[in-house]
């Protein structure tokens, strides 16, 4: 579907991707933020789906975070954080542009694999970042990985000292 889908992000580095969904299926909401007209931010709970070589991103149908995304595509998506501080699994962030699916068939086709009731909006994932942060140690570990580069790995303690690669 979209040149810089999950599938490309697999293929770089399966690894750094499966952490990514094993991340996101910890819980099943998370917090989607999209562009209001004025250009402000808007937060919405969202519910992720990983299938197909995709990032999906399902909705409501009118609901505002849709209506966001059909004016101005570029999303960011934060993995839920969890009950405490502890986060297992660590921080994820993924941004991209979202491009929705219109084509009847292939929303059916969804609607009947997930079971979703009809009618609704739903977006995949033209993605340009994703980012996941550990802690190891007195370290964050901040690994990023944005379409045709390697995947980034920089660490950093708690003091003045700058970030360095890893």
């Known amino acids: 579907m979209t040149t810089n889908n999950w599938?490309?992000?697999?293929k770089a580095d399966p690894d750094f991707a499966e952490a990514v969904r094993a991340r996101f299926a910890q819980r099943p909401h998370h917090v989607l933020a999209t562009l209001r007209r004025d250009g402000?931010?808007?937060l919405s709970g969202l519910n992720v789906d990983i299938r197909g070589g995709e990032l999906w991103l399902?909705?409501?149908?009118g609901s505002m975070?849709?209506?966001?995304?059909r004016r101005d595509p570029?999303?960011?998506?934060?993995?839920?954080?969890?009950e405490d501080e502890t986060m297992p699994g660590g921080d994820v962030r993924v941004s991209g542009r979202a491009l929705e699916l219109l084509d009847p068939p292939e929303l059916h086709r969804y609607a009947e694999e997930t079971q979703t009731p009809h009618p609704f909006h739903l977006f995949h994932a033209d993605l340009t970042e994703v980012v996941?942060?550990?802690v190891?140690?007195?370290?964050?570990?901040?690994?990023t990985w944005t379409p045709g580069h390697p995947v980034r790995t920089l660490r950093r303690g708690n003091d003045d000292e700058p970030p360095r690669e890893g």
């Open 65 to 69: 975070k849709a209506m966001d995304l």
């Open 74 to 82: 570029r999303f960011a998506l934060h993995s839920n954080p969890g």
């Open 132 to 134: 996941h942060i550990t």
């Open 40 to 42: 402000s931010p808007r």
């Open 136 to 143: 190891e140690g007195d370290e964050l570990v901040i690994r």
């Open 7 to 10: 599938a490309a992000f697999e």
């Open 58 to 61: 399902g909705m409501m149908p």
